[in-house]
């Protein structure tokens, strides 16, 4: 952990009156001069925050692709089918937005590279794009 996080972290620890839980589970770790224990901790935090972004996505690429199914229904009207692509777009801008807000929590701690992402989460497309 560099100087600088450590020193934030200790100015944390000092700050007492704060009434949440979080912080005087951070001001208890610094007392006990468990470093290890912290950095542990904001490793966790991390690796949840990651998750969390990374099921959000997952979520937004199934509801699209849900919607590109129903589009392959043969029974359609044309207005059902019409409704049912501006519902996909939507959803796949949101979908996009999603794999953005992961790729930039992905940067914040250091990863450059985004290219197993990009194979892992593929966005789906209208089959005439």
């Not at 949440?20 to 901790?41: C, T």
């Not at 990651?50 to 699209?64: D, F, M, N, P, V």
């Not at 790729?103 to 892992?120: P, T």
Request: hydrophobic fraction near 40%; glycine fraction near 4%.
């Amino acid at each position: 952990m560099s100087d600088r996080i450590r020193s934030v972290l200790q100015r944390v620890s000092q700050a007492e009156g704060s009434g949440d839980e979080r912080d005087a589970k951070l001001r208890e770790n610094l007392r006990s001069n468990s470093i290890a224990g912290l950095e542990r901790e904001i490793a966790a935090e991390i690796a949840y925050s990651l998750g969390r972004a990374a099921s959000k996505l997952e979520a937004s690429i199934s509801q699209a692709l849900g919607t590109l199914r129903e589009l392959d229904a043969p029974e359609l009207s044309v207005d059902e089918r019409l409704a049912l692509r501006r519902r996909f777009v939507a959803e796949r801008t949101f979908a996009e937005q999603r794999l953005r807000d992961l790729l930039i929590q992905r940067e914040a701690i250091g990863f450059r590279r985004h290219e197993d992402v990009y194979q892992r989460y593929v966005i789906p497309k209208l089959p005439s794009e």
